[in-house]
């Protein structure tokens, strides 16, 4: 089996339709994704409506986090979408993301950047806005040459020039709306070292020991030497290990499939989640 447990689509920062991303993952001979879009779960009846035959979809979302200051996110899989909790969580940081994108682009205007609001809305369409559409205007107008290289100091990393905080969820709080919801919660990318800082090792044992199910290890911001010391640390604490592509389209270079998750682990995933449960494609409509 093929297992592609990270993926976005245009629900949120992703450029494929929660449609086009499902038939895509099974051209890519994938046999189970999973549609993980920022903070919302509104791609996910499009995504079940297409499911091709052969595919499996394992709903979920990926929820902003910050603790000491640091930005991180939670995957958050099979969980029920309706639970009380977790959803006034996810529409308030959902919410606040329209005045913080204003607000960076406030922030590059002073700095001399033509960006403009209406820029911005256009790309994001029907999505979640954040970051990765602001980056995309700086691209579109010639700024920087990719995505990836708007997010350095002089533009939007964390703490960067035109960086605007939002509404973050406490990790801790975070894992235990997504058991409360009858999810499994996955810690996404956890040294990506080149997105800025970093959560130390022993904050990662702390969530263990409060929940946490697992961490993403195979990922394409995690060289050789990250990977093997994160599986350490993962069995040192008990985790699953999952990997996964982080697909968004044209946003980024990966490839639907450049990582995959064991299917053992994707098993006891399944297990865990009380929630919902992984939806078999019937052919779409």
Do not use: N
Request: charged share 25%.
């Amino acid at each position: 089996m093929r297992i592609d447990l990270h993926t976005h689509s245009t629900a949120s920062d992703g450029t494929d339709t929660p449609a086009e991303l499902v038939l895509g993952a099974a051209a890519a001979g994938l046999d189970v994704v999973a549609l993980t879009d920022h903070d919302t779960t509104r791609g996910h009846a499009e995504a079940i409506a297409a499911l091709p035959a052969g595919l499996t979809l394992v709903t979920g979302a990926e929820l902003s986090c910050r603790i000491d200051g640091v930005s991180m996110h939670m995957l958050a899989y099979l969980f029920d979408p309706e639970e009380p909790s977790l959803l006034a969580e996810r529409e308030l940081v959902r919410d606040d993301r329209v005045p913080r994108a204003r607000g960076m682009v406030g922030k590059l205007q002073e700095l001399g950047v033509p960006v403009t609001w209406e820029q911005v809305a256009r790309i994001a369409g029907d999505g979640s806005v954040g970051r990765p559409h602001v980056a995309t205007a700086l691209v579109e107008l010639g700024v920087v040459p990719t995505v990836g290289d708007a997010f350095t100091q002089d533009w939007l990393a964390d703490g960067g020039r035109a960086f605007v905080e939002k509404h973050e969820t406490d990790p801790f709080e975070a894992i235990r709306l997504i058991k409360g919801a009858g999810g499994v919660a996955v810690f996404a990318h956890p040294a990506a070292a080149k997105r800025g800082r970093t959560v130390p090792e022993s904050v990662i044992a702390e969530m263990a020991a409060a929940g946490l199910d697992g961490i993403e290890v195979d990922h394409m911001d995690h060289d050789p030497d990250t990977r093997a010391r994160l599986r350490g640390l993962a069995k040192e604490l008990g985790l699953l290990t999952t990997g996964s592509s982080d697909y968004h389209g044209s946003r980024k270079t990966c490839v639907l499939g450049e990582y995959t998750t064991d299917p053992e682990v994707y098993g006891e995933i399944t297990r865990r989640a009380t929630g919902a449960f992984p939806v078999p494609g019937a052919g779409g409509v």
